[in-house]
T-cell receptor
Framework: KAGVTQTPRYLIKTRGQQVTLSCSPI?????VSWYQQTPGQGLQFLFE???????NKGNFPGRFSGRQFSNSRSEMNVSTLELGDSALYLC??????????????FGPGTRLTVL | GQNIDQPTEMTATEGAIVQINCTYQ??????LFWYQQHAGEAPTFLSY??LDGLEEKGRFSSFLSRSKGYSYLLLKELQMKDSASYLC???????????WGAGTKLIIKP
């Protein structure tokens, strides 16, 4: 089975721009979670989508948004980029259902640099 | 509230054994996960515990005590490649969300 894929892998933007990141989960997985990780920091939860619905949301401003499509692929968008948004953005998929044993498998991440 | 505590950093010697502790407080517990993350890479799954006791997987073992809100990851026969951060995460029963600890950076010395 192919793993979780994320595109693009690297991105450089300037302040004020917006960005869209994409995540394709493992085939059969219906849950996709997004995390932000800055150097030396743990994983900061952004949001989780399950069957095209946002199931959980972290404490990030409204500039951060996401969606999930019928094929379980997910995108996250950050508008009006700030310098502090520079980070590794990780997506993780799990499934196929709402099982507590469902393990999250991570993609390689998108490294975003805001100048 | 929800809280997960892990030591920030630990140092161990190649060939030795190290135990990384994780304590948690959540409103509803439904499983604990350990992940390994090498610098600049994505986390990879190591182990899952939902019942009390020890789960062994090669050089790595994970222990859980639900009554104490406590888990540990035991790494034996340490190798240089084990230098990484180890993340503890607990699944909240109410919404299936994973609550993450800040991670323990493990440094292996020759």
């Amino acid at each position: 089975k192919a793993g979780v894929t994320q595109t693009p892998r690297y991105l450089i933007k300037t302040r004020g721009q917006q960005v869209t990141l994409s995540c394709s989960p493992i085939s059969g997985h219906r849950s996709v979670s997004w995390y932000q990780q800055t150097p030396g920091q743990g994983l900061q939860f952004l949001f989780e989508y399950f069957s095209e619905t946002q199931r959980n949301k972290g404490n990030f401003p409204g500039r951060f948004s996401g969606r999930q499509f019928s094929n379980s692929r997910s995108e996250m968008n950050v508008s009006t980029l700030e310098l502090g948004d520079s980070a590794l953005y990780l997506c993780a998929s799990s499934g196929p259902g709402q099982q507590t044993t469902d393990t999250q498998y991570f993609g390689p991440g998108t490294r975003l640099t805001v100048l | 509230g929800q809280n997960i505590d892990q030591p920030t950093e630990m140092t161990a010697t190649e060939g030795a054994i190290v135990q990384i502790n994780c304590t948690y407080q959540t409103s509803g517990f439904n499983g604990l996960f350990w992940y390994q993350q090498h610098a600049g890479e994505a986390p990879t799954f190591l182990s899952y515990n939902v019942l009390d006791g020890l789960e062994e997987k090669g050089r790595f073992s994970s222990f859980l005590s639900r009554s104490k809100g406590y888990s540990y990851l035991l790494l034996k026969e340490l190798q240089m490649k084990d230098s990484a951060s180890y993340l503890c995460a607990v699944r909240d029963r109410s919404n299936y969300q994973l609550i993450w600890g800040a991670g323990t950076k493990l440094i292996i010395k020759p």
